[in-house]
């Protein structure tokens, strides 16, 4: 059980967070940077780099997204470990 003086997580590490802050921010702004990419040329496969340029974005945002998500359940496990290590003052 659980009160409210007793913490469930030990204090945070603000990198984890600052680095997935700076990955969503790019992954938000580059794509809607337009003048960048609205061209045609250079085409793949037929397909205008506008569009494929947007479809490539879809994939980076996947693998962005999983890295912010694997270091902040990474830093959340750390916290809550640190709350289950038994103190050791001897």
Do not use: K, N
Not at 42 to 66: E, H, K, N, R, T
Not at 76 to 81: E, T, V, Y
Request: hydrophobic share 50%; proline share 11%.
């Amino acid at each position: 059980m659980s009160s409210p003086e007793v913490p469930t997580r030990g204090p945070a590490r603000p990198l984890p967070y600052v680095i997935s802050g700076i990955l969503l921010v790019i992954a938000i702004v580059l794509p809607l940077m337009v003048p960048i990419y609205a061209r045609s040329e250079p085409a793949l496969g037929g397909i205008p780099f506008f569009y494929w340029y947007q479809m490539l974005w879809v994939l980076i945002d996947s693998a962005l997204l999983w890295i912010c998500y694997a270091l902040i359940v990474r830093e959340d496990r750390r916290r809550r470990a640190a709350v289950r290590r038994p103190e050791v003052d001897e």
